[in-house]
């Protein structure tokens, strides 16, 4: 059924740009209501269902984020992954299809048919799987770290988004052993005995070089890298010759900022051990999109891997809030805020 025209609907607008890591991104967005508007040929309205919230979009909300995507414009909705339904038609896309997008930031959104994308949902075990960073974790830990049999691999950040699906993604293609690194001794076990690492370090104990010895004495082969600042410092002290390093993320300097954002790097040590050190984007192509999704489903129904997810309730009005609380290290997994039952 079509909304009524009676009734607006709300987007979450970028207010004002963010000055810098230490200013929440709560505070430069507001709720604007947007009135309803009718279809034009070829048009489509939307009921979003689930929202994915990543540490990215606080970067975005910057005036120059300097990332390989669009910066968020001011007094306008915000723009990211979401789930939601078909409502409207006014083009080939059937009233009831559960559809992929990128303007998760709104309750209802209206647009061409081709914007969104419609779910096999006979491959899931539910809508909401298809918001992961699984194309991020699997492009860097098999593309760019190349990881496979008898790799000792690395994950910093492992309980986020990407990196608890980076660190199964390398079980999967057969290393030998995973560590991933985290914030609290709650998630040590969460990565251990939900996620299947074999072993995880809780980073805020100060012990990383030390742990990281203890754990891969011969050193890691592979480091997944989300966090940066001293992890990073520790992983090169910790690779085997020839190690792979697939720089992804920074999450340290991302709250805060300061010193620990910037790893200083040891050049001669990375020299003598030949280290590979590759920072990447992902900038979701047929080709990366069509090679997680190969092994994803699968994957998941051979329970090879989980979905890591942490829902929250609320609607869209949390979810700025929600933000703040990922990069404040809130939660696990990939982070999703339901919008409408």
Request: hydrophobic share 45%.
């Amino acid at each position: 059924m079509p909304s009524s025209p009676a009734a607006p609907t709300r987007d979450v607008v970028l207010a004002r740009h963010r000055p810098g890591p230490g200013t929440l991104p709560s505070s430069c967005v507001h709720l604007q209501d947007r009135p309803w508007s009718p279809l034009r040929p070829g048009q489509v309205r939307v009921r979003n269902e689930f929202l994915q919230v990543t540490a990215v979009m606080a970067d975005l909300m910057s005036e120059e984020p300097g990332l390989p995507m669009p910066a968020y414009a001011l007094h306008e909705a915000l723009w990211g992954g979401a789930v939601g339904t078909v409502t409207e038609s006014a083009a080939d896309l059937p009233v009831g299809t559960v559809v992929q997008h990128m303007k998760g930031w709104q309750e209802e959104c209206v647009d061409e048919a081709p914007v969104f994308y419609p779910i096999p949902l006979q491959y899931l075990p539910g809508r909401e799987y298809v918001l992961n960073q699984g194309v991020t974790a699997y492009h860097g830990m098999v593309d760019v770290a190349g990881v496979g049999a008898g790799d000792v691999v690395f994950v910093s950040g492992a309980a986020g988004g990407v990196g608890s699906l980076a660190g199964q993604i390398a079980k999967a293609r057969g290393a030998s052993t995973v560590i991933g690194s985290t914030g609290s001794a709650e998630k040590v076990r969460y990565l251990v005995d939900d996620l299947g690492f074999d072993a995880a370090i809780n980073y805020r104990d100060g012990r990383i070089a030390e742990e990281l010895a203890e754990l891969a004495p011969q050193g890691i082969d592979v480091f997944f890298d989300t966090v940066g600042g001293v992890q990073f410092e520790a992983a090169v002290h910790a690779a085997a010759p020839d190690a792979r390093f697939a720089l992804c993320g920074a999450l340290a300097g991302q709250v805060g900022g300061g010193t620990e954002s910037a790893p200083r790097l040891d050049i001669m040590t990375a020299i003598v051990k030949q280290l590979v050190i590759r920072p990447f984007s992902t900038l979701h192509t047929p080709e990366q999109l069509a090679a997680w999704g190969s092994h994803y489903g699968q994957w998941l129904a051979e329970g090879r891997i989980v979905f890591p997810h942490t829902i929250v309730d609320g609607g869209l009005a949390v979810a700025p809030d929600v933000l703040d609380g990922l990069l404040e290290g809130r939660y696990r997994g990939n982070v999703l805020v339901r919008l409408h039952d």
